[in-house]
T-cell receptor, first 116, second 111 residues
Framework: GAGVSQSPRYKVTKRGQDVALRCDPISGHVSLYWYRQALGQGPEFLTYFNYEAQQDKSGLPNDRFSAERPEGSISTLTIQRTEQRDSAMYRC??????????????FGQGTRLTVV | QKEVEQDPGPLSVPEGAIVSLNCTYSNSAFQYFMWYRQYSRKGPELLMYTYSSGNKEDGRFTAQVDKSSKYISLFIRDSQPSDSATYLCAMRGYNFNKFYFGSGTKLNVKP
């Protein structure tokens, strides 16, 4: 596609429910990142994939958070047993990650998650 | 101490002014330095990136990196009301893929 696509754009869920957030990166981009952004703050790293391999998950807050990218393209971030503190904007970014373009990461519009 | 520090502003300037936005960082391993622009309710949009030290110019925008001082800057010449947004600096190292972001500086360019 033309850009990074995330769905849904908005998600309201009840505390204790599981949610799955989807990211469709730019075609051909091998690197995929998940970030979380609080209002008035910069994005905070959650996890990183190189192709289908999850190479860094050091930013995932706890074991309720998981992510996968089984075929090296679309990725899903899953939050189990959601809590109100999980409410935030979740952003996905992708990067070509080679040819001198390692630093060019492009962000999607994000998914606004609200846990009530 | 946060890895990347950025003054949150807000910074308010008249149209046509030169704007200077800055970040400091603590990790000497950072090699790639980026500036993102984020309009309200939108995702961050990559403006420029620089590898290692030096300057890079793109139209009205100039990015500077001073690795000896661990200080990066973004200059906007002839600022326009359409430049009003939050500007985020970001950086990463050569051997790791995690991007570290500043908290963003909110810029308002008044007509």
């Amino acid at each position: 596609g033309a850009g990074v696509s995330q769905s849904p754009r908005y998600k309201v869920t009840k505390r204790g429910q599981d949610v799955a957030l989807r990211c469709d990166p730019i075609s051909g981009h091998v690197s995929l990142y998940w970030y979380r952004q609080a209002l008035g703050q910069g994005p905070e790293f959650l996890t990183y994939f190189n192709y289908e391999a999850q190479q860094d998950k050091s930013g995932l807050p706890n074991d309720r958070f998981s992510a996968e990218r089984p075929e090296g393209s679309i990725s899903t971030l899953t939050i189990q047993r959601t809590e109100q503190r999980d409410s935030a904007m979740y952003r996905c970014a992708s990067s070509l990650a080679r040819g001198g373009r390692e630093a060019e990461a492009f962000f999607g519009q994000g998914t606004r998650l609200t846990v009530v | 101490q946060k890895e990347v520090e950025q003054d949150p502003g807000p910074l308010s300037v008249p149209e046509g002014a030169i704007v200077s936005l800055n970040c400091t960082y603590s990790n000497s391993a950072f090699q790639y330095f980026m500036w993102y622009r984020q309009y309200s309710r939108k995702g961050p949009e990559l403006l420029m990136y620089t590898y290692s030290s030096g300057n890079k110019e793109d139209g009205r925008f100039t990015a500077q990196v001073d690795k000896s001082s661990k200080y990066i800057s973004l200059f906007i010449r002839d600022s326009q009301p359409s430049d009003s947004a939050t500007y985020l600096c970001a950086m990463r190292g050569y051997n790791f893929n995690k991007f570290y972001f500043g908290s963003g500086t909110k810029l308002n360019v008044k007509p």
